[in-house]
């Protein structure tokens, strides 16, 4: 539909986003074991905090490198392959965003294998496969042909990508909690995206007084990187309970960290 340059711009994004799903992968393949012996057991207290702290940990872990890489996909694309390429920041922006609902969604596969629920996660996912041809279709025919459409290509295709992966994992979610019982609010998506997103432009805005030239992008590449990684330090140590991550062992390795810095300087 597109031609030769928007799957070039196309590809961008989705070598992006298969790089920051390696982790994701990593991880679902404990979860599944882990999951797999507790609903073996008949322990369903460890099977539901697995699944929760997992989903949240994950989703929060994605959104943290997610919302910084899209903030600087433009220019990092520029400077790498060039401005040829610049077309692409939409679209491996998008394909980015699609990565934070995805790794949830491996989660939620994984779940479902491990406890036999095969036959839901046909249901569930044959949904998302049609309506995904839909989709895909109307975003990326042009204005003039018989069925119209909206003619966007590459960056069509992503937004396609973004909200089935982002569809799904929800579905997937809601049938999980809801045929268990378990009580699991949405709403942490929101609060995630809303902080990561916040932090993401406050770290643009704070390294927006750096000379500009290409050269100096890896300076304020780094400079960005130390306000964000502060910032997600910040806010991992505030929803560390919601996480399942013991509070005391953030304040022991600060704690380190000072003592370490102590003897530097007596040094």
């Known amino acids: 539909f597109a031609g030769a340059a928007q799957q070039g711009f196309f590809s961008v994004g989705e070598q992006l986003s298969v790089i920051m799903l390696v982790g994701a992968a990593s991880l679902s ?10 609903h073996t057991e008949g322990n369903i207290e460890r099977t539901r905090d ?8 994950l989703y929060f872990a994605t959104c943290c490198m997610a919302y910084f890489v899209i903030a600087f ?3 990092a694309i520029s400077v790498l392959l060039g401005n ?37 996660n046909m249901w569930l996912t044959i949904p998302s ?7 895909a279709y109307f975003f990326l025919a042009g204005p003039d042909y018989a069925v ?5 290509g590459a960056t069509g295709l992503a937004l396609k990508a973004a909200v089935i992966q982002a569809a799904l994992a929800n579905l997937q979610m809601f049938y999980i909690c809801r045929s268990n019982g378990w009580k ?10 809303a902080v990561f997103f916040a ?20 300076v304020r590449l780094f400079a960005a990187g130390i306000i964000y990684g502060a910032g997600a330090i910040w806010y991992t140590c505030k929803m560390a309970g919601e996480l399942g991550i013991d509070q005391s062992k953030f304040r022991t390795l600060f704690k380190e960290l000072k003592n370490f810095a102590d003897l530097r300087r007596t040094a």
């Open 29 to 38: 393949n404990i979860f599944w074991k882990e999951i797999s012996h507790a």
């Open 50 to 57: 697995l699944y929760l702290k997992s989903t949240r940990t």
């Open 73 to 75: 996909s433009g220019e």
């Open 84 to 120: 040829k390429y610049a077309a692409a920041t939409a679209c491996t922006a998008l394909m980015i965003f699609a990565t934070t609902y995805q790794a949830v969604g491996q989660i939620n596969y994984a779940y479902l294998m491990a406890t036999r629920k095969t036959k839901a």
């Open 129 to 135: 496969t049609v309506t995904s041809s839909a989709l």
């Open 148 to 152: 119209p459409g909206l003619g966007l």
């Open 184 to 193: 699991n609010g949405f709403s942490f998506q929101l609060r995630y995206a």
């Open 199 to 218: 932090l993401s432009v406050c770290a643009v805005w704070l390294t927006s007084f750096l000379p500009k030239p290409h050269y100096w992008f890896a």
